[in-house]
């Protein structure tokens, strides 16, 4: 199985200032023939089911903000968050879609410091 | 608009048996995966298990921590997908999530608001 982990656990960062979440996969996400990076980020907030914003490592799904970025490439990914807003309170998950069984990160919970 | 509706969770004893089902509406169920997610209360995601269309024969695969005990299956013609769960454990209460990924990829789009399992004597 694809382990992902991702640091920190919890992340506290003031409004307006820049989140960074990361995510390293137990080996690479990324199909050759492709080209992409099978990695999706999603924020969760309580009791809400989780939300997709980031999928091809890097591709916002529709209505997401653009203060929202994925990056990174083959084992190493990260989400940031340009500028917090409080809506952007939640628990941010990364997870491998490259192949079976899907696995999520840990969870990074971030909060207003 | 796209959804999907989660029932049939409650409580049941371990080694009790107990079916979910996924209702979706508004979208082509018939050639969507369907994904099953749980997550056990203030803990993270976890991946239960998959089932394809029938392009793909209904092809299931499943979490090894679930593996000969859940059977996920599918009616196309009442837009409904199911997970029976078996020899169920106290491991396996959570909030269960019936998710359908977008068409751009398979990262997980279309969530339900999930069906609670609690599995205690």
């Known amino acids: 199985d694809i382990v992902m982990t991702q640091s920190p656990d919890s992340l506290p960062v003031s409004l307006g200032e820049r989140a960074t979440i990361n995510c390293k996969s137990s080996?690479?996400?990324?199909?050759?023939?492709?080209?992409?990076?099978?990695l999706a980020w999603y924020q969760q907030k309580p009791g809400q089911p989780p939300k997709l914003l980031i999928y091809?490592?890097?591709t916002r799904e529709f209505g997401v903000p653009d203060r929202f970025s994925g990056s990174g490439s083959g084992t190493d990914f990260t989400l940031t968050i340009s500028s917090l807003q409080a809506e952007d309170v939640a628990v941010y998950y990364c997870?491998?879609?490259?192949?079976?069984?899907?696995?999520f990160g840990q969870g990074t919970k971030v909060e207003i410091k | 608009e796209s959804q999907v509706v989660e029932s049939g969770g409650g409580l049941v004893q371990p080694g009790g048996s107990l079916k979910l089902s996924c209702a979706a509406s508004?979208?082509?169920?018939?050639?969507?995966?369907i994904h099953w997610v749980r997550q056990a209360s203030g803990k993270g995601l976890e991946w239960v298990g998959r089932?394809?269309?029938?392009?793909?024969?209904?092809?299931?695969t499943y979490s090894p921590s679930v593996q000969g005990r859940f059977t996920i299956s599918r009616d196309d013609s009442k837009n409904t997908a199911y997970l029976q769960m078996h020899s169920l454990k106290s491991e396996d209460t959570a909030v269960y999530y019936c998710?359908?990924?977008?068409?751009?990829?398979?990262?997980?789009?279309?969530w339900g608001q999930g069906t609670m399992v609690i599995v205690s004597s």
């Open positions: 998710t359908i990924p977008i068409l751009e990829a398979d990262a997980f789009g279309l």
């Open positions: 508004g979208l082509m169920f018939s050639g969507s995966v």
């Open positions: 089932i394809r269309s029938k392009g793909n024969n209904y092809g299931t």
């Open positions: 080996q690479s996400v990324l199909y050759s023939s492709n080209n992409k990076n099978y």
């Open positions: 091809w490592a890097s």
């Open positions: 997870q491998q879609y490259y192949t079976t069984p899907r696995t």
